[in-house]
């Protein structure tokens, strides 16, 4: 057998707390073959970023490789002069990060942005190298892929600026690829299409790949073999099959048990209750392009509604009319009965109080210079009115809410957080202003499976204790099926189903409800290309059936 492409030995990386510098990979050694693909896995802080990097040479600000050996076909990148990683980088190594939207440089054009290394590199001429990126952006399933790079970084969804990375990691066909949870922001129907898009592209050209995601049947779909790490160790490896079937150790087996929480079913509304929320006959536009077309569904108080649908159906957008972010064309939002202002600032400070908002990404949700207890007390201040030691005492009692200890995160920095630490954050802050309705974006869906039911139970727990009202964007379906009391599918800026969570998940469905749910991802590792061949013979019966 040949030698390995990437051979990573006893590697040791330490990261710097204060004045002290801690251990986060502590001796992993791994082999990884041309045309192969690793899956790594394990909870939040488990190190798999940090070695998904290493095996680039590269550590991120604060971290240092302090041991082992990182080999790249014949060159150790622990070594190697800057120079010659250089050339390595980008054109034979390449990494496709898990948050685009922190990753792009918003002042110039995407497409400029996904030529730049095969130009530079001196794989493709220019115009070579468009004519590339447009292939992949259709390969990747980009919605007008001959215009859509023409766009800035912000024009676009962040699930197609995520697709948009891939293929710019893509562009030089390069020999290895890093793939730090690539479709975490992808709906599951685009997600389809984009894991056959990758498995087939690192197939076409004998690329080798570490896939780190939190998503178990994911990796199934993915990975010829799995790493399982844990706060810095590996835990164990084998092939998929034998990985899926049977895990030889504890911490395994509780990664494969993890999503059982559901909340126990509530009674339906009563007749005549009157909604919290209610979005009337909505009409929005971006621009002279029309987004929503004549929305309605409601939302009462202490109920959980989870608004669905692939990227571009319409759900961001929805939030963005209630918190008066955009005005609609047509429609109105009203609150406990009254019609709210159509924009935020016609607006009183007690209406934009009652209705709060927790974001997707907490890495670009929180302002980086600023102090945890800064990040929650200024919402303290500005809708409460509370200063000096009153603030300080209920910012402290917001970060016990979320069940993180005062003492030790007041004066951290975002920075020193976890993913999930930093989502819990996030949960504080919208609770800061005391609201009565929050709408949750797709606030799970960059978070390890262990991290996120604890999410997922806070939030249930805190509007048991509250009476808090939810919306909840989401594109998993195993998030709805645990904290949903109702459910609204929306497609192409239209409500196509609505009703409660036991009805969305029983036949008959509206066809494209039947395409969400059977788009959600097995641990099978032959899902995926059982679903790809039924929905291709499907198509060809449809075809012969069209006379075409």
Known sequence: ??????????????????????????????????????????????GKSTLGLAAMGYTRDGCR????????????????????????????????????????NPAHRILDQCVEAPVVHGVMSRREAEAEAMELYRRL????????????????????????????AMACKPDLIIFDEPTTSLDVTTQIEVLAAIRDIVEQFGTAAIYITHDLAVVAQMADRIKVLLRGEEVEEADTRTMLAAPREEYTKSLWAVRSFQRPPKPAVAGGQAPLIALRNITAAYGKAPVLHDVSFDIHAGRTVAVVGESGSGKSTAARVITGLLPPSRGEVLFEGEALPASYKGRSRDQLRQI??????????????????????????????????EKRRRVEELLEQIELDPGEYFNRLPGELSGGQKQRVGIARALAAEPRFIICDEVTSALDQLVAEGILKLLARLQDELGLAYMFITHDLATVRAIADEVVVMKEGRVVEAGGKDEMFRPPHHPYTD?????????DPDWLSRLLARRAEGEIRHQGADGV
């Open 1 to 46: 057998m040949s030698a390995p492409l990437l051979k990573i030995r006893d590697i040791r990386i330490e990261g710097r707390a204060d004045e002290e510098w801690l251990p986060i990979i502590r001796g992993v050694s791994l082999d990884l073959n041309k045309g192969e693909v690793l899956g790594l896995i394990g909870e939040s802080g488990a």
């Open 65 to 104: 490789i302090t041991g082992g050996s990182v080999e790249f076909d014949g060159t150790d990148l622990v070594q190697a002069p800057a120079d010659v990683k250089r050339g390595l980088l980008g054109r034979r190594i390449a990494y496709v990060a898990q948050s685009a939207a922190a990753s792009f």
């Open 141 to 168: 399933r980009l919605p007008d892929p001959e215009v859509i790079g023409f766009r800035y970084p912000h024009q676009v969804s962040g699930g197609q600026l995520q697709r948009a990375m891939t293929a710019m």
């Open 356 to 389: 709060q908002m927790i974001y997707q990404m907490a890495d670009t949700a929180l302002n980086p210079s600023r102090t945890i207890g800064e990040i929650i007390g200024r919402p303290v201040q500005f809708y409460l009115g509370l200063t000096g030691q």
């Open 515 to 523: 395409l969400l749910l059977s788009s959600v991802p097995e641990m």
